[in-house]
């Protein structure tokens, strides 16, 4: 058996295979033999069918059998010896000729990388710093009011913040089209859920009043006999009404799990989950620092072939998350960046629990069990349930051994702290405003 194995652009490799004509051969004739014993065809006895005509009826079949064999045993033993780490599985080009007594095959694969843990010295990682203020309370406090409102009718304009009874006909050209007609829904006033132009046209409206709004609908719209299209809705306006918050109260705590209705209490509780958010969210900050310069610094070219399986991976968690299996179908390119980043991450992390034994201790994997349980009505409950069975430990176990790797990391670096405050840390919108 001949082997050549050829280096392609980045991770390729191209192994070229000749396997010895007599060995193929041989193999065959030694099936077609054992085939004459049992093999039956009409106007023969059993074990009377003339080698020929086996060879003629049966030799393609037993030699692609054969040849099926040998190539599969071949490249394992040319990828052993050459201590090969495939990707993933190889493109078989099959090369057979036997007139010219030549059978062989070319595969087609990617190789692991070689993964060399880069020296972190003098590297630096950001971590947040911050901590939950009576002013950050006071703000919580206020946002679940903001979720409880109720709404009460006035008789005044309406202005931005009010929610609005309407209904409305829609028309294109003059006439009405699909979807564009409502009768009494609500509409809250600046909060862009509806086309642009229609909520601010509203502004100033009284119950009783009907307006004649001329929008457009965007050029991107998802419904192309639309998509930049001059329409008129006619509108009605039904009620006005403003938003109530509720007070603070007795009342007001107890549908958040102080039935006793002590407000100090009410606080201390919400404090206590703005402290546990906050963790969370500077740990996870930390973590994606620590993750960005592992990236960074070491530029790690990953396998095509594991890339595109990542990607689909993703794809596949979008569908689950938007309920939409099977109907949404986003290009790949879309997810490539991110799945390569996860790809290299899942490498280096690996090698460095290699190299540095990392483990999760059992202490660990309990610590952050309980952690997420507190978050429960009963605890315990949860615990058991996952302790009940050795595979739903797993998500933690993969998190202690992250959790042990960026603190690995954080040893090797220098760590400068970043002074922030809960609603950067909390809040999307300011997080985004502060950056730009």
């Known amino acids: 058996m001949q082997v050549s194995v050829e280096t392609g652009e980045g991770l390729e490799r191209r192994m070229r295979i000749e396997l010895p004509f007599e060995q193929v051969r041989g193999e065959v004739e030694k099936r077609l033999q054992k085939l004459v014993r049992t093999v039956r065809l009409p106007g023969f006895r059993p074990g009377k069918v003339p080698l020929a005509l086996l060879r003629q009826r049966f030799g393609g079949h037993v030699e692609q059998e054969v040849l099926g064999e040998l190539i599969q045993s071949s490249f394992a033993t040319a990828v052993s010896e050459r201590s090969l780490h495939l990707a993933g599985a190889p493109q078989i080009e099959p090369d057979v000729d036997p ?32 901590e939950v203020t009576d002013a950050d309370l006071e703000m919580v406090i206020e946002r679940l009011r903001e979720q409880h409102k109720t709404w009460g009718p006035v008789e005044r304009p309406a202005q931005t913040g009010d929610r609005l009874t309407v209904s409305f006909v829609g028309t294109l050209d003059g006439v009405p089209f699909e979807g564009g007609s409502a009768t009494a829904i609500p509409v809250e006033l600046g909060t862009g859920r509806m086309l642009p132009g229609f909520e601010d046209g509203l502004v100033g409206a009284s119950a009783g009043e009907a307006r004649a709004l001329d929008l457009s609908f965007p050029e991107g719209y998802h419904r192309a006999d639309l998509a930049g299209q001059p ?22 705590v107890s549908g958040f799990g102080v039935p006793d209705g ?134 933690f176990e993969s998190m202690v051994m992250e959790e042990r790797v960026v603190e690995w ?17 909390t809040d999307p919108a300011s997080v985004a405003g502060a950056g730009s």
Do not use: C, W
Not at 114 to 129: D, Y
Not at 243 to 252: I, K, M, Q, R, S
């Open 231 to 252: 329409v008129r809705f006619d509108v009605t306006v039904e009620v006005v009404a403003e938003p109530v918050l509720p007070t603070v109260d007795a009342e007001f």
């Open 262 to 395: 002590d407000l100090e209490r009410f606080r201390t509780e919400v404090r206590a989950n703005m402290d546990r958010e906050l963790k969370q969210r500077i740990d996870a900050r930390t973590k994606e620092a620590v993750m960005d310069l592992l990236v960074a610094v070491h530029g790690l070219a990953v396998p095509a072939v594991l890339v595109a399986e990542e990607v689909q991976g993703l794809k596949g968690q979008m569908r689950e998350r938007i309920g939409a299996a099977g109907a949404v179908d986003l290009p790949d390119v879309l997810f490539e960046e991110q799945a390569r980043r996860r790809v290299a991450l899942g490498l280096i992390i690996g090698e460095i629990m290699k190299r540095h034994s990392i483990k999760a201790e059992p202490a660990r994997v309990r610590a952050a069990i309980d952690a997420m349980a507190a978050t429960y009505e009963d605890p315990q409950e949860v615990i058991d349930y996952y302790y009940a069975d050795r595979q739903r430990l797993a998500p």
């Open 99 to 130: 007139a010219a007594q030549r059978y062989g095959f070319t595969a087609t694969f990617e190789v692991m990388p070689e993964v060399a843990i880069a020296s972190l010295s003098g590297q630096v990682v950001k971590r947040p710093v911050a």
């Open 409 to 425: 990391v954080l040893e090797q670096v220098s760590v400068e702290d970043e002074q922030m405050s809960f609603a950067q840390l």
